[in-house]
C-alpha cells in the first residue's frame, strides 16, 4: 500500500487529504476505498457556519484602597483617565487585589503603556534606608541638600499640584519647575544676605553696634527661612498621606500624626523614602536635573 499526502489552503484552513491506492486488480474496491476516506475527509472540515470565533473578556488588576463592602462602587484610575469599579461578592479588604473587567476600548491604549510598579500594603523600605544605594546616590544628595526639589519631583510623578495634594493636570502642569525656581532664589537670597552680615554678626559680643539695616536683613533671612521650612513641611506631610492612601500603606505607629511627624522631625529621610517608593532605583538610574529624578524615558507609575 502506498500513501501520498497533499495539503491545501483555503480560507485560512489546512485540509488533509489521504488518499489509499490499492495495487490489486480489483478497481471496484478501490473506487470503495476511495469513496470511504473522501467522506472521512468532509467530516474532517468543519462548514463555514460552524466555524465561530470564540472571544474572552480582558480583566485588570485593582488594589482596593479600603475594606469595601459588596456592591460598593468607586472610581480607580488607569493612567490619566478614570472608570468606575464594582466590588465583588464577599466584599475586600483594604490593600486586596481583585480583578474586574477591564475597562472601555478608549483606555484599552492605556493600558499597553508600561509602568514602573510601586509596593502596595507596605513601604519598599524604611525611613532610615537612605543608604541603601550608597552615600553618594543621586536620589540620597538630593534630598540631603534640596528637599525642597525631592519632593517636588515625587508631586511630578504623582501629578499633584504645588501643595502636594491631588489635582487637576492644569495643576499638576509646570510643579516642578516652580518649586525648583522657589529653591533657588531662596538659597541665592540666604547666601546673600549672610554674606552681607558675616562682617558684623562675626565681632557681635565686642560692644561694636550692629547697623540697623543689618539687624533689618537678619530679621528677613530669619522670616524667609521659616516660611521656606514651613512650606516644606507641608507639602511633605500633604505627598506622604497622599502616598500612604494611595497605596494603602498603614502607620507603622498609629497616632494618627505620622506623616505630619515625619515631616518636621526626619524631613530628609522623608523625601529620601518617597523617592525610592515611587521609582525602582534597582532598574533605573537616578538623576538630579530631570523633573522625576529619573531619566525622561523611564515609564510612569501605577
Known sequence: TRFTRREHTKDQKT??????????????????????????????????????ATTATPMIEVVAPATLSEGYKFDAKLGDNNFQVTVPPGGV????????????????????????????????????????YGPFHNHCLMSAFFPMI?????????????????????????????????TLAYTAFIIMITLVCAPFESVEGYNIQIPPFIIGLQIIRSICHWIYLGFLIYITWNVRHHI????????????????????IFCVHCTAAQMLRHTTDYDTYNA???????VPDEVPDIV
Open 93 to 132: 479588604e483594604a490593600g486586596q487585589k481583585f480583578m474586574v473587567p477591564m475597562p472601555s476600548s478608549s483606555l484599552t491604549e492605556t493600558m499597553m503603556i508600561p509602568k514602573v510598579k510601586v509596593p502596595v500594603g507596605q513601604w519598599r523600605d524604611g525611613i532610615f534606608s537612605c543608604f541603601n
Open 15 to 52: 485540509r488533509l487529504n489521504c488518499k489509499i491506492y490499492n495495487m490489486s486488480s480489483n478497481p471496484r474496491s478501490d473506487e470503495s476505498e476511495k469513496g470511504a476516506y473522501a467522506n472521512l475527509e468532509q467530516s474532517l472540515v468543519a462548514p463555514d457556519e460552524q466555524l465561530q
Open 287 to 293: 538623576t538630579c536635573c530631570t523633573e522625576k529624578g
Open 244 to 263: 500612604r492612601s494611595t497605596y494603602a500603606i498603614p502607620e507603622e505607629v498609629k497616632t494618627g500624626f505620622e506623616d505630619l511627624l515625619c515631616a
Open 150 to 182: 525631592a519632593v517636588g519631583q515625587v508631586i511630578h510623578r504623582l501629578k499633584l499640584n504645588v501643595w502636594g495634594k491631588p489635582g487637576g493636570a492644569a495643576e499638576s502642569a509646570g510643579v516642578i519647575h516652580r518649586i525648583v525656581a522657589a
